[in-house]
């Protein structure tokens, strides 16, 4: 007996949507983590505010792969999210271990 495996198709507009809101979450996330975290975490370093900057364009193109990773895959909408806050979670604790380290 094969086992059936149901794949959700999604339309080009759903793309879209996910790749936006996926790329502006981490953007969003990369910049604030970047730009304040060393601040409270290293307020003597007058060079920690500028990570980020460089904090927010990884962020980008890390939630541009989550949403296309997610898409190709064909989840549905409550295990994309899921999965997306956990990349966004480990990208965060990632930028803040930098400064810790």
């Excluded at 060393?38 to 920690?48: E, F, H, M, Q, R």
């Excluded at 962020?59 to 999210?81: D, E, N, Q, R, V």
Aim: charged letters at 10%.
């Amino acid at each position: 007996m094969k086992a059936i495996v149901k794949v959700e198709t999604i339309s080009n507009r759903t793309f879209v949507i996910r790749l936006v809101v996926a790329a502006v979450t981490f953007t969003v996330i990369g910049f604030t983590v970047g730009y304040f975290g060393p601040i409270y975490l290293l307020p003597d370093a007058g060079v920690a505010p500028v990570t980020g900057y460089f904090a927010a364009p990884v962020g980008t193109l890390i939630g541009i792969l989550a949403a296309t990773w997610g898409s190709m895959k064909g989840f549905k909408p409550t295990a994309y999210m899921a999965r997306v806050a956990v990349i966004a979670a480990i990208f965060a604790a990632l930028t803040l271990l930098q400064f810790l380290v």
